[in-house]
């Protein structure tokens, strides 16, 4: 047997839409962490209810992994076209474990592999002198050193059933998805118990169908243990002693949770992939535990009309002094545009989340892309202040959605708070989220209200012109603080004034809040370094993790690189990423769009331009190779100035 | 010490147009504000944009002058967020009903328990006088440059489909019926619409007080004027939905009397229906302490700022070792 591959591979379970792709890859995420093990694994799907390909790639290691690879160890599939789309990133000595009942399959009888795809795996097949036949991809595979794993998942199924003597089992096809899984377990060696009790997990909620997949899943792991005894396989999952204070979070749910303990109680949304999840997840959830208090906390979710009712129903929901949010995807921020204004000139703390996916327009929606921050930075007619927060991983994510809850008190201003589909679709183990770790801060809000702080007329002066441009917030129903607001500009109490005199104090006011935000908010949350170096690269979101995978695998090779992972994109922290970036010689801009937002953003901001640009725009993340690739070539000098990934099926 | 209609007035200056109907709402709103005793920290006037945006201005309670079409969803946020608030949303025709009209209608399936009053004069004042959606077909108000090419909505007729609770319709003339009707809409249970004809007396030139109150149309006998105007209450006309078998019934009647339109134009509650179970009861059926532990009213952090949302449940299902 050669040597062999434990605890580090990457496996791939692929199939139609509603198939249960996501059910088997979650369990077997959950195994690999019961198991000790760290995990990072994506999804990657259509626009598309069922039927259409969908797969799910998950890094497992002995150490935290951040990011995907290109290729595949282990591709575990139930129908034909996951083996269409994917045997060509089979690694050598990797495995594909098939269906026996679907090879004779030929690629035009696959209706969802569209004519592009077809044409570039008719390419491959016609290239290697093969047929166009699902046997012939398999071929294609073998020739390379792939073992090949037949499963024959509908025998398998009716020996099932006869053995449980219930000859209705045969039919539940459904439950192939964790047949494959439990093949693919088994020739990796991986524990039988522990997998069982992730299983019993996933499915939880439904005792008899959990029982059911346990047997099921038994029953394959035994068989393909027996059959492929001898197969000599390279790779191997292990399990460890666990981390008590592991986690494996889910990034839909990331968020929501940050917004439960940040003390978010109110949130509007309209259905958006892919940042629905958010709402939905607090919805399911709108009854909260409290420590110590005797009661519970809840939070109204109201999904609304549309995006426009979604942000001015969280603007009057902030007025009262809820903290209140709206989570949405980019066209359902397009529509916010407007009255991100009316809360900016209002000073009305109100925290958007938004999850980018690939657009313009409608894009490709259910695909990752960083293409908002052009936008985000600048959306509204006319000026005013607004802060916009980037998080770049799940883990990020929960304490930052805590923190834009405090700035968006703290300076009585709209609070942008980016994530994205690569984070909201993805899975990772982790430390525990510390629900303590960061203090509630609501600014300035007056209760009582003094008669110093009256004008004139006795009203309430909301909008107080002073030395500090953060005037003390009143919330509606206050009693003896009446005030006003509203869209045109206003006077102190917060009525329609044109005068030019007061125009401009109410601007400088408004505007002088960013400049009070950028000294007090801390570095950390500006931006962060890692790593040294004369290169240096500059990105953010959730390029994060193949970015620092890329850096550990170039620094073992002796390869030193610097990273600033830019998070506060407004107001531009200038001074801190002008003096991060002082002594490095060649800066890289490494991006999830066209253009390459943040590169422009920081030569508008400090004046600094990239040398070497490395963007994506296809719709699927950045992978470890990828980065790792590019940046070699910029070492190596035969770096184009700008260099387009393109991987990803 | 009982509140007077002068606690509810601002000193703004009023820059509305002589003769404007806006003053007539205006006034129903503050004598029906003191009527009610609200007090004006417990009250919040919403405006959309417009001429009628500006009315918060000048009343004395709390006033969120938000942007074009959006005026519901700003107050229904509000009021869900703080139920113990008195929330009235007010706004133009094109408002409420142009620009604002997908809000209108899927304001009318919540039932959030607040009232909406339309300031209905069928043109665009403020941006100097366009066709607005209550405008009838081939009507030509002196700013058009054609006539109408657009047929008019029926306010009342779409507030009732949408599902609105309570629906009336006012003249800004009529300070003391209006105001009685505001009343009324506050005191309902659920969402309660008001659409009230307002002349501008510098845009509209066809819909004018002088046409509503009949100045065109003498009595040859009495050689007084005929008003278009009459009472529903007077004719004996109920719209209240006593119970749940008299809906259909109940609906059939408003859309026939919402469509009559030129020489007879009805006035007063079109339909009343409380039957129908309000947002904030929809709520307590899934949140039971959610009017007196409102969104606005807890308390999330301890006295030492820590937060006191306990996620724990949550957390220990994505504990590995589960």
Same mark, same amino acid.
């Given at each position: 047997?050669?040597?062999?591959?434990t605890?580090?591979?990457?496996?791939?379970?692929?199939?139609?839409?509603?198939?249960?792709?996501?059910?088997?890859?979650?369990?077997?995420?959950?195994?690999?962490?019961?198991?000790?093990?760290?995990?990072?694994?994506?999804?990657?799907?259509?626009?598309?209810?069922?039927?259409?390909?969908?797969?799910?790639?998950?890094?497992?290691?002995?150490?935290?992994?951040?990011?995907?690879?290109?290729?595949?160890?282990?591709?575990?599939?139930?129908?034909?076209?996951?083996?269409?789309?994917?045997?060509?990133?089979?690694?050598?000595?990797?495995?594909?474990?098939?269906?026996?009942?679907?090879v004779?399959?030929?690629?035009?009888?696959?209706?969802?592999?569209?004519?592009?795809?077809?044409?570039?795996?008719?390419?491959?097949?016609?290239?290697?002198?093969?047929g166009?036949?699902?046997?012939?991809? %398999?071929?294609?595979?073998?020739?390379?050193?792939?073992?090949?794993?037949?499963?024959?998942?509908?025998?398998?199924?009716?020996?099932?059933?006869?053995?449980?003597?219930?000859?209705?089992?045969?039919?539940?096809?459904r439950?192939?998805?964790v047949?494959?899984?439990?093949?693919?377990?088994?020739?990796?060696?991986?524990?039988?118990?522990?997998?069982?009790r992730?299983?019993?997990?996933?499915f939880?909620?439904?005792?008899?169908?959990?029982?059911?997949n346990?047997?099921?899943?038994a029953?394959?792991?035994?068989?393909?243990?027996?059959?492929?005894?001898?197969?000599?396989?390279?790779?191997?999952?292990?399990t460890?002693?666990?981390?008590?204070?592991?986690?494996?979070?889910?990034?839909?749910?990331?968020?929501?949770?940050?917004?439960?303990?940040? @003390?978010?109680?109110?949130?509007?949304?309209?259905?958006?992939?892919?940042?629905?999840?958010d709402?939905?997840?607090?919805?399911?959830?709108?009854?909260?535990?409290?420590?110590?208090?005797?009661?519970?906390?809840?939070?109204?979710?109201?999904?609304?009309?549309?995006?426009?009712?979604?942000?001015?129903?969280?603007i009057?929901?902030?007025?009262?002094?809820?903290?209140?949010?709206?989570?949405?995807?980019?066209?359902?921020?397009?529509?916010?545009?407007?009255? %991100?204004?009316?809360?900016g000139?209002?000073?009305?703390?109100?925290?958007?989340?938004?999850?980018?996916?690939?657009?313009p327009?409608?894009? /490709?929606?259910?695909?990752h #892309?960083? @293409?908002?921050?052009?936008?985000?930075?600048?959306?509204?007619?006319?000026?005013?202040?607004?802060?916009?927060?980037?998080?770049?991983?799940?883990?990020?994510?929960?304490?930052?959605?805590?923190?834009?809850?405090?700035?968006?008190?703290?300076?009585?201003?709209?609070?942008?708070h980016?994530?994205?589909?690569?984070?909201?679709?993805?899975?990772?183990t982790?430390?525990?989220?510390?629900?303590?770790?960061?203090?509630?801060d609501r600014?300035?809000?007056?209760?009582?209200?003094?008669?110093?702080?009256?004008?004139?007329?006795?009203?309430?002066?909301?909008?107080?012109?002073?030395?500090?441009?953060?005037?003390?917030?009143?919330?509606?129903?206050?009693?003896?603080?009446i005030?006003?607001?509203?869209?045109?500009?206003?006077?102190?109490?917060?009525?329609?004034?044109?005068?030019?005199?007061?125009?401009?104090?109410?601007?400088d006011?408004?505007?002088?809040?960013?400049?009070?935000?950028?000294?007090?908010?801390?570095? @950390?949350?500006?931006?962060?370094?890692?790593?040294?170096?004369?290169?240096?690269?500059?990105?953010?979101?959730?390029?994060?993790?193949?970015?620092?995978?890329?850096? #550990?695998?170039?620094?073992?090779?002796?390869?030193?690189?610097?990273?600033?992972?830019?998070?506060?994109?407004?107001?531009?922290?200038?001074?801190?990423?002008?003096?991060m970036?002082?002594?490095?010689?060649?800066?890289?801009?490494?991006?999830?769009?066209?253009?390459?937002?943040?590169?422009?953003?920081?030569?508008?901001?400090?004046g600094i331009?990239?040398n070497?640009?490395?963007?994506?725009?296809n719709?699927?993340?950045?992978?470890?190779?990828?980065?790792?690739?590019?940046?070699?070539?910029?070492?190596?000098?035969?770096?184009?100035?700008?260099?387009?990934?393109?991987?990803?099926? | 010490?009982?509140?007077?209609?002068?606690?509810?007035?601002?000193?703004?200056?009023n820059?509305?147009?002589?003769g404007?109907?806006?003053?007539?709402?205006?006034?129903?709103?503050?004598?029906?504000?003191a009527d009610?005793?609200?007090?004006?920290?417990?009250?919040?006037?919403?405006?959309?944009?417009?001429?009628?945006?500006?009315?918060?201005?000048?009343?004395?309670?709390? @006033?969120i002058?938000?942007?074009?079409?959006?005026?519901?969803?700003?107050?229904?946020?509000?009021?869900?967020?703080?139920?113990?608030?008195?929330?009235?949303?007010?706004?133009?025709?094109?408002?409420?009903?142009?620009?604002?009209?997908?809000?209108?209608?899927?304001?009318?399936?919540?039932?959030?328990?607040?009232?909406?009053?339309?300031?209905n004069?069928?043109?665009?004042?403020?941006?100097k006088?366009?066709a607005?959606p209550?405008?009838?077909?081939?009507?030509k108000?002196?700013?058009?440059?054609?006539?109408?090419?657009?047929?008019?909505?029926?306010?009342?007729? /779409?507030?009732?489909?949408?599902?609105?609770?309570?629906?009336?319709?006012?003249?800004?003339?009529?300070?003391?019926?209006?105001?009685?009707?505001?009343?009324?809409?506050?005191?309902?249970?659920?969402?309660?619409?008001?659409?009230?004809?307002?002349?501008?007396?510098?845009?509209?030139?066809?819909?004018?007080?002088?046409?509503?109150?009949?100045?065109?149309?003498?009595?040859?006998?009495?050689?007084k004027?005929?008003?278009?105007?009459?009472?529903?209450?007077?004719?004996?006309?109920?719209?209240?939905?006593?119970?749940?078998?008299?809906?259909?019934?109940?609906?059939?009647?408003?859309?026939e009397?919402?469509?009559?339109?030129?020489?007879?134009?009805?006035?007063?509650?079109?339909?009343?229906n #409380?039957?129908?179970?309000?947002?904030? #009861?929809r709520?307590?059926?899934?949140?039971?302490?959610?009017?007196?532990?409102?969104?606005?009213?807890?308390?999330?952090?301890?006295?030492n700022?820590k937060?006191?949302?306990?996620?724990?449940?949550?957390l220990?299902?994505?504990?590995?070792?589960?």
């Open positions: 047997m050669e040597k062999r591959t605890n580090s591979l990457s496996w791939v379970i692929g199939g139609a839409q509603g198939s249960g792709v996501d059910s088997a890859a979650n369990i077997f995420s959950r195994a690999c962490a019961a198991g000790g093990l760290h995990v990072f694994g994506k999804r990657e799907y259509y626009s598309n209810i069922k039927g259409e390909h969908s797969y799910f790639t998950v890094r497992v290691s002995d150490i935290p992994v951040h990011s995907h690879i290109n290729e595949i160890n282990v591709l575990t599939s139930f129908d034909a076209e996951t083996v269409f789309r994917h045997f060509e990133d089979v690694t050598p000595g990797g495995a594909i474990i098939y269906d026996s009942d679907v004779k399959t030929l690629l035009s009888e696959v209706p969802t592999v569209d004519d592009h795809a077809a044409a570039r795996i008719k390419n491959s097949l016609e290239k290697s002198g093969l166009l036949s699902m046997q012939d991809a %398999l071929e294609h595979a073998k020739r390379r050193g792939v073992l090949l794993f037949q499963v024959p998942f509908f025998q398998l199924l009716q020996e099932f059933a006869q053995k449980a003597n219930d000859p209705s089992l045969s039919k539940l096809t439950m192939v998805n047949m494959a899984l439990s093949a693919s377990m088994a020739i990796m060696d991986f524990d039988n118990d522990v997998l069982a992730a299983i019993q997990f996933i939880r909620a439904k005792k008899k169908v959990a029982e059911l346990v047997s099921a899943s029953h394959v792991y035994n068989y393909a243990k027996a059959k492929f005894a001898g197969s000599n396989f390279a790779y191997g999952l292990k460890r002693p666990i981390d008590k204070n592991m986690i494996i979070a889910q990034g839909s749910q990331s968020s929501a949770l940050g917004k439960m303990v940040a @003390g978010c109680r109110f949130q509007t949304y309209y259905p958006i992939t892919p940042a629905s999840d709402s939905e997840f607090l919805e399911a959830n709108e009854i909260l535990d409290l420590n110590d208090t005797g009661k519970k906390g809840s939070t109204v979710v109201v999904q609304t009309e549309d995006e426009i009712a979604a942000i001015a129903m969280a009057g929901s902030a007025l009262t002094g809820a903290r209140s949010a709206t989570a949405t995807s980019g066209p359902g921020f397009s529509l916010m545009a407007e009255a %991100l204004g009316w809360a000139i209002n000073e009305v703390p109100v925290v958007i989340s938004l999850y980018q996916r690939a657009g327009s409608t894009g /490709l929606p259910t695909r #892309e960083q @293409g908002d921050l052009n936008f985000v930075v600048n959306a509204g007619h006319g000026e005013f202040p607004r802060i916009v927060l980037a998080s770049g991983d799940i883990e990020e994510s929960f304490y930052d959605t805590i923190k834009v809850f405090n700035l968006a008190d703290r300076y009585q201003m709209p609070v942008i980016m994530l994205d589909k690569a984070i909201a679709n993805s899975v990772t982790c430390q525990n989220f510390d629900p303590g770790k960061i203090a509630i600014g300035s809000i007056v209760r009582q209200v003094m008669d110093k702080d009256k004008g004139a007329a006795g009203n309430y002066l909301r909008f107080k012109l002073s030395d500090n441009p953060i005037s003390p917030r009143v919330v509606l129903g206050t009693k003896d603080a005030f006003w607001n509203t869209g045109d500009e206003h006077t102190e109490e917060g009525h329609i004034t044109e005068d030019p005199e007061l125009r401009v104090q109410m601007m006011k408004r505007m002088d809040k960013l400049g009070v935000a950028l000294r007090e908010i801390p570095d @950390g949350d500006k931006a962060v370094a890692y790593g040294s170096g004369d290169v240096a690269i500059i990105s953010w979101g959730s390029t994060k993790g193949a970015i620092l995978d890329a850096m #550990e695998k170039l620094e073992a090779e002796g390869i030193k690189i610097k990273f600033i992972q830019v998070r506060l994109m407004s107001p531009f922290p200038s001074e801190l990423v002008k003096s970036l002082k002594g490095c010689k060649v800066v890289v801009d490494i991006e999830m769009n066209y253009t390459g937002q943040l590169g422009s953003l920081m030569r508008q901001q400090t331009e990239w070497y640009q490395i963007v994506k725009y719709g699927r993340p950045m992978s470890l190779d990828e980065v790792y690739n590019a940046v070699i070539r910029i070492k190596g000098g035969d770096a184009p100035r700008r260099q387009v990934l393109k991987s990803g099926a | 010490m009982a509140l007077k209609l002068s606690d509810y007035k601002t000193d703004v200056h820059d509305w147009c002589p404007c109907g806006d003053f007539g709402i205006l006034n129903a709103i503050q004598m029906a504000l009610m005793q609200v007090p004006p920290y417990k009250a919040t006037i919403f405006s959309g944009i417009g001429c009628s945006g500006k009315t918060p201005h000048f009343i004395r309670t709390y @006033g002058h938000t942007l074009h079409g959006r005026v519901l969803p700003f107050a229904q946020g509000a009021k869900l967020a703080n139920p113990d608030l008195e929330m009235i949303a007010v706004g133009g025709d094109g408002d409420g009903l142009g620009i604002g009209a997908g809000h209108f209608v899927s304001a009318g399936r919540r039932n959030v328990d607040l009232v909406y009053i339309i300031f004069n069928a043109v665009y004042g403020l941006t006088g366009q607005a209550t405008l009838k077909l081939g009507m108000t002196k700013s058009l440059p054609q006539p109408n090419v657009n047929n008019s909505v029926n306010p009342i007729a /779409l507030a009732l489909v949408a599902g609105f609770t309570f629906l009336a319709r006012g003249y800004s003339y009529d300070v003391r019926h209006l105001k009685d009707l505001i009343n009324k809409a506050v005191a309902h249970k659920g969402l309660a619409f008001i659409d009230v004809l307002q002349p501008c007396p510098t845009y509209n030139d066809i819909n004018t007080k002088e046409w509503f109150q009949g100045l065109d149309k003498v009595d040859p006998e009495t050689h004027a005929m008003p278009r105007m009459y009472k529903l209450e007077e004719t004996g006309y109920d719209g209240v939905v006593h119970n749940p078998d008299e809906i259909n019934q109940k609906m059939a009647q408003v859309i009397k919402s469509n009559e339109w030129g020489d007879r134009i009805p006035i007063g509650i079109f339909y009343q #409380e039957h129908v179970p309000t947002y904030q #009861e709520i307590t059926a899934r949140i039971p302490d959610y009017m007196e532990n409102s969104p606005a009213a807890q308390q999330i952090a301890d006295k700022d937060p006191i949302t306990n996620i724990g449940r949550l220990s299902d994505l504990q590995v070792d589960k």
